[in-house]
């Protein structure tokens, strides 16, 4: 154990070293509320004034991508597309449609087990609320206004052929991030972008915390990764309680029913918006499935915590397998026999028409 503790110790100065404390210019250190969430910035650059450019920089992309995507404002440019009528083509701007366009392709990839029309079944669960439990009614309508096959995108036009709502949820966060670094990145030395527990950076190496899925204090785990964004899923922080029983934030829109709850996943890819697609769409599918999928997409790395009793056993990618230290006793590797079978399974999705 303290072994462990040393080697957090070790871990936590690792963590900064995307910064380097000998470095011969500035860091810049920002934070703000975004997002209905708390963001910290931080840029090192040659000069003050350069590392506040870039923290600026970020931080505007940030603000527009929210005045563009949040469905909790009627203004915004996504809330305006789910007020606008059937069957008429809705002009987009071009960054809205690069963000649906890649939403929609995970909706695809996934064989929808990531959905950004998920907006009914989220009202129908009054998941921005205290949460409920629809009727059965209630659920065949919200059922019959989801899938993203409802929407057609040809161009940077978008129809809608049924009422659904697109709900920026699973993909707002990736979204802002990706826009934040590919803004400020150019002009810091080291940026780093933690928006509500999704994490970005770029340059270099980073080693992130992992941390136990009900206790989020506790860090169980780090994971050394090259330059890019690692997004969690899991109920930990914002799971509600319905009828004494806990309701998951995360549906599968395949069912209209709430995610299995199996703990939490956390995915790295180089691009923010994938690695925020991805961690909703791994948490619907479950370790084994998740992991068979995974075999199919590239580049991109995931940790499974699976609850077992009162421990959790952990699943990865063999990528992600390489860089990852499991801190806590509580926390212990799934066996490789239970690995390869969920690697070696056939296919969970893919298909459907496109969007
Ligand atoms: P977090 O918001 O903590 O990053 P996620 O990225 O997993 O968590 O996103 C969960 C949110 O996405 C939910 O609160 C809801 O708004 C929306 N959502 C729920 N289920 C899905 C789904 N299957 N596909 C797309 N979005 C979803
Ligand atoms: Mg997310």
Not at 159 to 185: I, N, R, S, Y
Not at 231 to 245: C, I, M, Q, Y
Not at 264 to 285: G, R, Y
Request: glycine share 10%.
């Amino acid at each position: 154990m303290r072994g462990a503790l040393v080697f957090v110790i070790f871990l936590r100065l690792c963590l900064h070293s995307l910064f380097a404390d000998d470095y011969p210019g500035a860091t810049v250190t920002r934070e703000v509320y975004l997002m209905g969430t708390s963001c910290r910035i931080t840029a090192q650059a040659p000069s003050r004034q350069a590392a506040l450019a870039a923290t600026e920089a970020a931080l505007r992309e940030l603000e527009e991508t929210e005045a563009r995507l949040s469905t909790w404002r009627q203004d915004s440019e996504l809330a305006r597309v789910n007020a606008a009528p059937l069957h008429l083509p809705i002009p987009l701007s071009p960054r809205l449609c690069g963000e649906l366009q890649e939403a929609f392709s995970w909706a695809r990839r996934s064989g929808g087990a990531f959905d950004p029309t998920v907006g009914w079944l989220v009202e129908a669960y009054d998941l921005r609320g205290k949460g409920r439990l629809p009727s059965p009614a209630e659920m065949a309508v919200a059922r019959s206004r989801t899938g993203y096959r409802h929407l057609s995108l040809s161009g940077c036009s978008l129809t809608k052929k049924a009422p659904v709502v697109l709900e920026e949820g699973g993909f707002g966060k990736g979204a802002a991030l990706a826009a934040a670094l590919a803004a400020a990145a150019p002009l810091a030395a080291a940026l780093q972008v933690d928006l509500g527990g999704q994490l970005a950076w770029s340059p270099g190496e980073l080693v992130v915390g992992l941390r136990h899925p009900q206790e989020t204090e506790r860090v169980v785990a780090v994971w050394r990764l090259p330059a890019g964004s690692v997004a969690t899923s899991g109920n930990g922080e914002r799971g509600l309680w319905v009828d004494g029983k806990r309701l998951s934030h995360i549906l599968d829109p395949r069912t209209g029913k709430p995610a299995e709850d199996f703990g939490a996943v956390s995915v790295w890819a180089p691009d923010p918006l994938a690695a925020d697609c991805l961690s909703t769409a791994l948490f619907v599918l479950g370790p084994e499935a998740g992991l068979r999928w995974l075999r199919r997409i590239p580049g991109v790395q995931a940790v499974f915590f699976r609850k077992a009793g009162d421990r959790f056993g952990v699943l990865a990618t063999a990528s992600a397998r390489k860089h990852l230290e499991l801190l806590d006793p509580d926390f212990f590797w799934m066996e490789e026999r239970r690995q390869k079978a969920a690697a070696g399974g056939t296919k969970p999705c893919e298909g459907g028409s496109k969007p």
